[in-house]
């Protein structure tokens, strides 16, 4: 199969990459929009992931991997809500802000761009790794 790439956010006061680096690996739980339950329906075993500080940094500051695909959200109320595992990868050298992104012509047409809000979204593999050269 071939690999797939994402964009998970978080808000730093929340869950921030100090805190995911810390625990290695995390239950991403709490995600409540359809949208975003569809892709964690869709992520797989060994998929990327540009974990991305929402609210004050507002920037890709390092990348995950997926290590466990779909399973039910413990912090649910409701059926239906799911979660996936994702273990800590690199850190980037320098944070990626939005204002950068909105700069690269070769993003403007990024999920984060056009659905800033979607908390889990698609990301193409030209997107991932332009994302990881501008953090070198």
Request: net charge positive.
């Amino acid at each position: 199969m071939t690999t797939q790439y994402w964009l998970v956010k978080s808000e730093p006061a929340t869950y921030g990459w100090t805190d995911f680096v810390r625990d290695g690996r995390t239950a991403w739980t709490g995600v409540r929009n359809y949208s975003a339950r569809i892709h964690l329906n869709a992520m797989r075993t060994g998929d990327r992931v540009l974990f991305y500080e929402s609210m004050t940094t507002k920037a890709v500051v390092g990348t995950a991997e997926v290590v466990r695909t779909a399973f039910p959200d413990s912090t649910a109320e409701a059926p239906g809500w799911v979660a996936v595992e994702l273990q800590a990868g690199p850190a980037l050298a320098k944070p990626v802000t939005l204002e950068a992104v909105k700069a690269d012509t070769a993003l403007a047409q990024m999920t984060l761009l056009r659905l800033s809000r979607l908390s889990v979204q698609p990301v193409t593999k030209p997107e991932f790794e332009r994302i990881l050269r501008l953090g070198r």
